[in-house]
């Protein structure tokens, strides 16, 4: 209903890509918490940085549906790889590219559409997660630069040896407690500028999280990003279709556990038989396929809004709340099946079980998607 063709190629090129490159290095990546550059490299070579973004600026200029299709199959296989690619086209690159001027989109898009270069997204604060507008971190402007100060936290991408730099959410006026929010372009080496790795992650071990410092970090005035006083808007518009991003790793991260749950019924024999012929096994594996489905469509639907610029943010929310749902009830249910196999780090359904918990937290939590879905349905008129 929703997929064409082109759609079905692409979803078999990072299907054989992820199967062939990627499954090979993930459990040894995940135990060593090592984020790989030459992974990142490779993703590039087969266009999965810029995905949506304009030939013109070196993307690929293809639908949303094909990109989500592609994080999917990434998070089928990796949950971290699948981060990275994630994190950068939706939050990295689509600020840039939705809100950049002309000489910010030519300065930067074409260096990060190749896999060769990553940029983050600096909206999370230690104050400041669900309430995104109670950021600290604020900007001054000092005839023509910007004196950023403060800090942010959990950012994906942040420091990598790849890193080209942030945007970031700054206040950039307080004035009788009623606060100014702009974005603003941080490019990694600026002087004033800290970024550090965050370690000890029970999840994406694999992807690069980090805190960023600012201290005096002194910018150019014309690395605003859209207009002054936009940020929260340019930031918020972003995760919406981020949103779809995360939605896209919880199908996939559905996905692989079903696949594997499959499998191991298949092979493991109890009573004398293969455990999926009994009716306990065979009627979880009914479930897990049906929601995984229904979240599927789900999906889709929205990613179809969206190309056809239709209104998307509800769609977009409850994607987002209900893959996540179903990541979680599907990966549990298959770790359930594995038994004690499904416990142990040579079974790649552990890691597929620790990935998915991020996706109720990452990019709004399930209560904010509920919020966002019920204002929506509140103001609707039936």
Known sequence: MFTNQEHDLIRQTVRDFAERQIKPKAQE????????????????????????????????GMD?????????????????????????NSLGIGPIRNFGSVEQKENFLSKLCTGKALWSFGLTEPEAGS??????????LDKNHWLINGSKIF???????ITLGCTVQAVTQNDNGKKE????LVEQNTEGFTARTMHNKMMWRASNTAELFFDD???????????????????LNTLDSGRLSIAAMGLGAAQGA????????????????????????????????????????LLYKACKLKDMKLPFGKEAAMAKLYCSDVAKFVTDQSVQIHGGYGLMKDYPIERLYRDQRLLQ??????????????????????
Not at 77 to 86: C, K, L, M, N, Y
Not at 181 to 184: K, V
Not at 217 to 235: A, D, F, H, T, W
Request: glycine share 8%; charged share 20%.
């Open 29 to 60: 990546l995940d135990e060593k918490a090592e984020f790989s550059v030459e992974l990142t490299n490779a993703m590039g070579e087969i266009g999965l940085f810029g995905m949506v973004v304009q030939e013109e600026y070196g993307g690929q």
């Open 181 to 184: 929010f702009s974005a603003i």
């Open 258 to 297: 079903l696949e594997l749950a499959i499998s191991h019924a298949k092979m493991r024999k109890q009573f004398g038989k293969s455990i999926a012929s009994f009716q306990g096994i065979s009627f979880k594996l009914a479930e897990m396929a049906t929601q995984v489905e229904a979240a599927r469509n």
């Open 155 to 161: 950012i994906t991408n942040a420091n990598t040896s």
């Open 217 to 235: 970090c002194s910018v150019p005035q014309e690395n605003l990003l859209g207009k002054r006083g936009e940020g929260s808007k340019i930031m």
């Open 131 to 140: 309430d995104s507008r109670a950021s600290k971190t604020t900007a001054v």
């Open 361 to 382: 937290i990452g990019e709004g939590t399930s209560e904010i998607q509920k919020l966002v879905i019920s204002r929506y349905i509140l103001n609707e008129k039936f």
């Open 64 to 88: 949303t549906l094909s990109y989500i299709i592609a994080v999917e199959e990434l998070a089928r296989i990796d949950g971290s790889q699948a981060a990275t690619v994630a994190a950068h």
